[in-house]
């Protein structure tokens, strides 16, 4: 019997070895699978919520939220909304997030500098700061601020400078503008911006000229007359249509009963111990940050900048730290993240932060409604760090090539 | 078999008992109640041969843990009363500590007999979580301030710095009253009220704000109790009671009459000493201590002789409350015309009588 040889014709791959066809496969089930675990997730969440009885919805955002808030920078009464206060809440927390990433950055970068110092001691000394704030738990050094600052004294026999300045363990009171109307004051307030906005126009168009003609034409000295000169007309043309100058000088005095501080500018204890807190630790991971990026630049670039005889300062200045800058950015915004989403703790001290105010709100709205509220508000301003992070970065990027 | 071929099995059976989890849940477990199911709950609890009560162990005076170890305070000392009833020892008792998120929860499942943790009964509560028995306490919010402030009363807060810990409705109270009385009261908030006592112990508020049972607790924790003061008023009402789960009217009841048994044997001037054994005279004495007639004890399915037992080994109402709460314990007082004091037509010459304590009579 004869047998057919085997045919050693080529077929193509098989279907269930073609790369092409393994690759979409993998895609499509991964995609199933991700796709119904999080249906999945959903389903049951509003199975629960609905199962339990558990109130949802937006609905009481337009109720009154009868409820103090101890800090708010906008005014604010008990007779406000739910959502008007979740803004007064969440203005106090970019508040926080500002003034903290402000002094934070500078009180980090000369750190991070005096890390680098020739002196030894002043080295080492920063040394020990930076290892010393950044392994102590941030929750343990808020309480330890904490309890600092209790131990001023008491509104009662608090220090007093120079008959205007109060300082007790119930915060900082000092002189400060107040509006003698909110109108006023906003109008001002937004003419004052136009004026700076103007001030930077002018700047821009004569650095501009200076750059094209060599022509000598002091845009600073320029753009901060203008700013100034429309900011006092402003302040005249506001003043004389209401009568009144738009900002007065309120100086703070005690009251009542119990000598509680009212007027002025307050600096109440709250926010005081959680910005101490947040901008010490915080700074000392923006220490390290900045001399790891000053010494990621070469050594031959100060070599370079001594021996055409710049100082060492002008060196930090013009040389190392513009190119330092890039490398400092990315992960220096990744603090600023941090240090907005640490002020959550503030209810540990006594802040009405987003989260203080949220955790409170629950007791009168459905909490899983507030907790979505308040991560998107998070999250929004993180995005917003992160957008000017993303920005700044692509300013000081080497252009050219 | 082509390799498409077991990709699309594997995947069926990796996504089939997802979709059947996710299918299953439209059908929730009936929450299994073991006394419900096999009978009354007091067969269940015989059976077992203790009482579980959902309680505290944190709270100075109402429950916590003494030295020796050992769960004290007033609502263990209700929880007692009901196994001394029951079972006929105050010590047959199962103690399950529980936060204040927990208690709703606890006592709808039915995995405890009773609810005995300074819980405010509430309309809401009582129609979700389980029946309340006889406000055992009257609570309500006050402030404790400092002595040399000379604060007469609570409408002089005006313009004063209050500590208050968040998430509580004190803090919406305090709100409510700075608002009607336009005190313009500066709320500061603490997280814990840990710190919101050190803050106020500190200065930095003038008074701090709480149920009055927890002012008289933290101001024995105080250095100098005696520097401080808690202003008489309170600026709202909080009932504590024990509470039972739904759906057993004779554990219900019989929790309910215990807890008469102990307000009547103060009023009848009967304490832990003094328990009568033979019959007195006094009828309504002998009625409660199962010597002459009976008051339902049978069909509560309790011995006759059950306020024997309670009383020996509890003590009455007074004695629990001056144990725990008075002067041997936080230092709540207990004057003749307080809240907390004896509504009562005894006849003892010596017994308060303008209280809000009172059970139903005992016949």
Known sequence: MATTPRALTYRGIPVWRHALIIRWVVQIVSALVAVTL??????????????????????????????????????????DTFLYALLVAAINTVVVAILGVILATMLGVLIGVARLSGSWILSRLMLVYIEFFRNVPLLVQLLFWFFIVLTLPPVREGYVF????????????????????????????????????????????????????????????????VAVACGA???????????EAPLVISSPEPYGRFGRIGGGFTIRAGLLILLIGLVIYTSAFVAEIVRAGIQSVGRGQTEASRALGLSGIDTLRHVTFPQALRVIIPPMISQYLNLTKNSSLGGAVGYTDLTNVAITMTQTAPAVSIFLLIMLAYLAMSLTWSLIGNLYNRHIRIVGG | MNGLMKLVIAATLFLAPMLLIACSRETPEQTSDPAAAEGSRLDAVKARGNVVCASNNGIPGFGFIDENGNHVGFDVDLCRAVAAAVLGDADAIEIVPISATEMGATVQSGDVDL???????????????????????????????????????????????????????TELNLQDFSNQYDLGIQAVTFEKTDSAVEAYRNGQCDAFTTDHSGLYAYRSSLPIPDDHIVLPETISEEPLAPAVPHGDEQWYDIVNIVMSMLV??????????????????????????G????????TLGISRTAAQDVIRSVGNYAEIYHRSLGDDGIGLPRGDNTRNALWSAAPCSDCPKGGQIYASPLR
């Open chain 2, 291 to 298: 010597l002459e007639g009976s008051f339902g004890q049978e």
């Open chain 1, 162 to 225: 120079f008959d205007r300045i109060y300082v007790n363990n119930a915060g900082i009171s000092m002189p400060g503008p107040v509006g003698s109307s909110l109108a006023s004051a906003s109008a001002w307030l937004a003419l004052a911006a136009v004026s700076v906005g103007l001030g930077v126009l002018v700047h821009r168009v004569l650095t501009w000229r200076e750059d094209r003609t060599g022509r000598a034409s002091y845009p600073l000295a320029a753009g901060i007359t």
């Open chain 2, 264 to 289: 009547y044997a103060e009023a009848y001037g009967i304490s832990s000493d003094n328990v009568p054994t033979a019959v007195t005279g006094n009828s309504k004495v002998d009625r409660l201590f």
């Open chain 1, 233 to 243: 007309a402003a302040w005249l043309i506001v003043g004389s249509v209401v009568g």
């Open chain 2, 115 to 169: 609810l005995v943790r300074t819980v405010t009964r509430s309309s809401s509560r009582d129609a979700k979580w389980g029946n309340f028995a006889y406000t055992m306490y009257y609570d309500g919010q006050g402030f404790l301030v400092r002595k040399d402030m000379n604060v007469p009363s609570v409408l002089d807060l005006e313009g004063a710095a209050v500590c208050v810990t968040q998430g509580t409705t």
């Open chain 1, 38 to 79: 999080v249906v999945w997730f959903f389903a049951n969440i509003v199975g629960a919520i609905q199962e339990r009885d558990i109130p949802a919805g937006f609905g009481f955002l337009s109720r009154e939220y009868q409820t103090p808030i101890g800090e708010h920078f906008i005014p604010y009464e008990s007779s």
